[in-house]
């Protein structure tokens, strides 16, 4: 078990390397590079897919919360928004990265406020996009079905 | 058909996800299972050999993704009748209404369990007279 974990968490450092390269390419032209925030939020979305499976809450909410920002970053109106919006994924993305080399690290203060920070950052951006309940999804199937 | 039969295609990008989803599917019975990291390598695939159904992550390596693999299963006369399961952490309302509405036949959101993979596979199969 220890060696898949050790696997997936090196697979997932491979997914946060290209995030970094991505943040990295976007903030070097904020407005011209905004359409990268997608493939940002897809490496985001990969990373918190696997955390969940592997029950690794923490890189999950952080992953997700930079998912949803890394959204609401490829609408965002303004230059001093997208700027906020790159500054809170560079943590995030540094966040998760340092957990995957620490998995086994309890939660600290410092990362409680760190993702109480990207949570603000994300209701001032609109809040993240509604999901579907599983009794929800159930009865659209069974409709259809 | 007997459930050893049932030929089952992953399509994943994640390596270690496929290695999991693969493992799942054998110990309820499912040792029949191809594995795929792109819409071009499944394509391939479903091109050359035949499947009774396809779990597929919504996100793939490449251009085309999850939902671009449905749409072409479901144009495709021979490919129509294959059972589709989407299996994803993408859960929001909209692109899971959109994948509905595209013909999905059930959708799994990871964390994945033994029982809940087991449950939609066999309702699946079942509603598509495959066992």
Redesign the interface.
């Known amino acids: 078990m220890a060696e ?1 974990i050790k ?2 968490v090196e ?1 997932l450092s491979g997914f946060a390397e290209t995030a970094e390269k991505t943040l990295a390419k976007i903030e070097s032209d904020l407005l011209g590079e905004r359409a990268l925030f997608k493939v940002f939020s ?1 490496r985001m ?2 990373i ?3 955390a ?2 592997l ?1 690794l809450p923490e890189i999950a909410k952080i992953a997700g919360l930079g998912e949803e920002i890394a959204v609401k970053a490829e609408t965002a109106e303004t230059r001093a928004q997208l700027r906020k919006c790159v500054g809170a994924l560079w943590d995030a993305l540094t966040t998760v990265k340092y957990l995957l080399q620490n998995h086994e690290e309890q939660t600290s203060e410092e990362r409680e406020i760190l993702i109480r920070r990207l949570e603000a950052t994300l209701e001032a951006m609109g809040g993240a ?4 309940s ?1 009794e ?2 159930s009865e ?2 069974g409709r ?2 | 058909m007997i459930l050893g039969e049932v030929k089952v295609l992953v399509v994943e990008d994640v390596e270690a996800m496929r290695v999991q989803i693969k493992s799942l599917l054998r110990t309820f019975g499912l040792p029949k299972v191809t594995l795929c990291d792109s819409f071009r390598k499944a394509a391939v695939a479903l091109d050359e050999a035949e499947f009774n159904l396809i779990l597929c992550d919504w996100h793939l390596e490449g251009v085309n993704n999850g939902m671009d693999l449905l749409h072409h299963v479901r144009s495709v006369d021979k490919l129509k009748p294959i059972g589709f399961i989407m299996v994803t952490a993408e859960g929001t309302r909209e692109m899971v209404i959109e994948a509905v509405k595209a013909g999905v036949d059930d959708y799994l959101l990871k964390p994945l369990t033994t029982a809940q993979i087991q449950d939609k596979v066999y309702g699946v199969l079942l509603r598509k007279k495959v066992l």
């Open positions: 898949t696997e997936f697979e897809e979305l990969a918190r897919g696997t969940l499976q029950e996009r509604p999901v579907i599983m929800e999804l659209l199937l259809r079905n």
